[in-house]
Nanobody, 124 residues
C-alpha cells in the first residue's frame, strides 16, 4: 500500500521561504503525477501544483505562479515544493498527492493517494 509523508512545514513571516518535501514509499510512484493541495481553515481543499512523470510538465494554480516551484526526484521517490515570497493567504495545511499518469491533479477526485498534511503558517 502506497504512503506519502510530508515534512518541512512551519511558522514564517510574510515574504519568507519554506521548502516542503514529500517522501513516497510502499509503491512505485515514478509513473504517477505528483502534486500538492492545501486547505485553509473553513475552506475547501484546493489544488496548488502538479508535476507529471519524467519531463511531463508542471501545472500551477494562478495564486502561486511565480512564487512556488515543484520538483521531483524519481530515483528517491520524493517531491519537493519550494515556496518563496510567502503571503498570509498561503496559510494552510499542505497535502502531498499522487494520481494517475494522465492526470494533472486539478481536482481532488483525481487523487489516488494523500499524505497526512503539514501545517504552513505565514504571519503578516
Amino acid at each position: 500500500q502506497g504512503q506519502l509523508v510530508e515534512s518541512g512545514g512551519g511558522l514564517v513571516q510574510a515574504g519568507a521561504s519554506l521548502r516542503l518535501s514529500c517522501a513516497a514509499s510502499g509503491h512505485t510512484f515514478s509513473s504517477y503525477t505528483m502534486g500538492w493541495f492545501r486547505q485553509a481553515p473553513g475552506k475547501e481543499r484546493e489544488f496548488v501544483v502538479a508535476i507529471r512523470r519524467r519531463g511531463g510538465g508542471t501545472y500551477y494554480a494562478d495564486s502561486v505562479k511565480g512564487r512556488f516551484a515543484i520538483s521531483r526526484d524519481n530515483a528517491k521517490d520524493t517531491v519537493s515544493l519550494q515556496m518563496n515570497s510567502l503571503k498570509f493567504e498561503d496559510t494552510a495545511v499542505y497535502f502531498c498527492a499522487a494520481g494517475p499518469p494522465w492526470s494533472i491533479l486539478n481536482s481532488s477526485r483525481e487523487v489516488d493517494y494523500w499524505g497526512q498534511g503539514t501545517q504552513v503558517t505565514v504571519s503578516s
